[in-house]
């Protein structure tokens, strides 16, 4: 048996099972901890240990975090820590400070906010950030980030520490469950009369509705492409309510009804992508490699995204979608017109975007390169560790205790 290894994130860690379940199968113990819901790690039989954190700002409730994730690892006694996600990537580390024989491990997977916004708060936050991120370094075994602009900003910011550092692109698109999902969901025809679509020409993003997600400049590119095609429907997935003072709001997008429809967080996504005429993700974000822009490569749609890291690591401009500088909504609206207007050039950069996902960026590569890291760092401790007690015997500290010992 393989060493356990505890896999730690947020609301939407149930995206994550298939890779713990492809662990699993290649004879890891896997266990998981989050503030997601139990019911889909039970279904799987995966171990699942709920815990809260803030998402937004609160230094006293982090550290109640870190206290409750050190108890948490204690009792779980894990080999390998693996963390995603922007708050427990800073928080893990901190937890297992005083765990020893812990390897902790953070994927990077985007920049979020702080490092994103150019706004006053987040310029503020950012030298804040760069401590923290020092500090988890200093505990942390390797860290994996998901495209090389990430890795080559935390070298630049002295970010990294002793820390080993390995890029492995995106977090994997499990292809078979993909296919099976998205063939036995709902079909387009189904879900365009559950949405009142008719034969409307559709362009879907999936996404959480926040202005750093690049929300008002879709909905502003919404009103400019409603000019030209008025018979255009922009579908919105993704959560909204739960997203704090950056969510757009709802009169912001009732202002561009009946055209703009949001439908709030789906599970049926895999059927949802064979309604686009058009994907678009407009993020503003530093991104890691967008888990929703796989998913619609992958579904072979016609993609519009920004050109900001994470998503011109998939989608190369003119040749399997195209993209434009983040915040232009008048570029935006362009792009999408001219995939509307010319389907056979959009068909063709929709299959070079899955060809190129289903070979470079799927679930089975993917873990295979995590399963090698996390059995480098094992190796790596253990002779670590036999190197110590060697120098032990062979040292001062073994000689004094013979010497003793003969008093």
Known sequence: MRPHLLCIGGVDHALRIPFLLALRDRGFQV??????????????????HPFHFDRFTNPLADWTTVKALAKLIADVRPG???????????LVPLAVRNTPGVLAVRTINGLAYVYSSCSPKALAFRPIWHILHRLAARSTAAIVFQN??????????????????????????????????????????????????GESETIVTVTRLTRQKGIPALLEAAALVHRNRPGVRFLLVGPRESEGPNAVTQAEIDRYAPYVLAIGPRSDVPALLGLADVFVFPTEYRE???????????????????RVPGCYDVILDGWNGFLVPPRSPRLL???????????????????????????EFNLEITVAR???????????????????????LDGEPFRQRVAQFGE
Do not use: C, W
């Open 288 to 306: 890691g490699v967008p888990r929703a822009l796989l998913e619609a490569a992958v579904a072979g749609r016609p993609i519009v995204a920004t």
């Open 148 to 197: 090389r602009d990430d890795q080559e900003f935390f070298y630049r910011h002295h970010m990294i520490g002793s820390s080993s550092s390995q890029l492995i692109r995106g977090s994997g698109v499990d292809l078979a469950r993909f296919d099976h999902a998205a063939a036995t969901g709902p079909s387009p025809a189904q879900l365009r009369q559950a949405f009142g679509l």
């Open 80 to 90: 390998l820590v693996q963390s995603f996600d922007t708050k427990p990537n800073i």
């Open 370 to 392: 995590y399963a090698a890291l996390y059995e480098e760092l094992i190796s790596r401790s253990a002779r670590s560790r036999l190197q110590t007690l060697e120098d032990t």
């Open 333 to 359: 609206a362009e792009r999408i017109l001219d995939l509307l207007r010319d389907r056979e050039n959009a068909q063709v950069m929709g299959a070079r975007a899955a060809e190129l996902v289903r070979k």
């Open 31 to 48: 266990s998981a901890a989050a503030t997601a819901d139990v019911a889909p790690f039970a279904r799987v039989g995966i171990a699942y």
